[in-house]
């Protein structure tokens, strides 16, 4: 079984940055998985951040976060990453990181396509 442990979440002042990290373990492939962030704010549908493949040499974000946020990963440590930078209140959600995967990179923008989820990790940006 695959476990997916985020972290790094918190409150921060709007202009402010995070970085967010998601610990893998259970099963030695995981780190042959794509490595996805997702986010969702109350009242709102699950939105796709950003999303990397397994050898970090491709990436995909979404409209809201590009030029601001960016996705890596360690398969050493099995661990993905997401800094965030410049955040705003808009940014405020739990956010949530997945693995499954690379169905490219249309496919990476898709919930449906990751096996594993983490707990997710509230970030608050205050105006």
């Known amino acids: 079984q695959v476990q997916l442990v985020e972290s790094g979440g918190g409150l921060v002042q709007a202009g402010g940055s995070l970085r967010l990290s998601c610990a893998a373990s259970?099963?030695?492939?995981?780190?042959?998985?794509?490595m996805g962030w997702f986010r969702q704010a109350p009242g709102k549908e699950r939105e796709f951040v950003a999303a990397?493949?397994?050898?970090?040499?491709?990436?995909v974000y979404g409209d809201s976060v590009k030029g601001r946020f960016t996705i890596s990963r360690d398969n050493a440590k099995n661990t993905a990453y997401l800094q965030m930078n410049s955040l705003n209140p808009e940014d405020t959600a739990v956010y949530y990181c997945?693995?499954?995967?690379?169905?490219?990179?249309?496919?990476?923008?898709?919930?449906?396509?990751?096996?594993?989820w983490g707990q997710g990790t509230q970030v608050t940006v205050s105006s």
């Open positions: 997945a693995a499954g995967p690379w169905y490219g990179s249309m496919g990476s923008k898709s919930a449906a396509r990751y096996d594993y």
């Open positions: 259970g099963r030695s492939f995981i780190s042959t998985y794509a």
């Open positions: 990397v493949t397994w050898t970090g040499g491709t990436t």
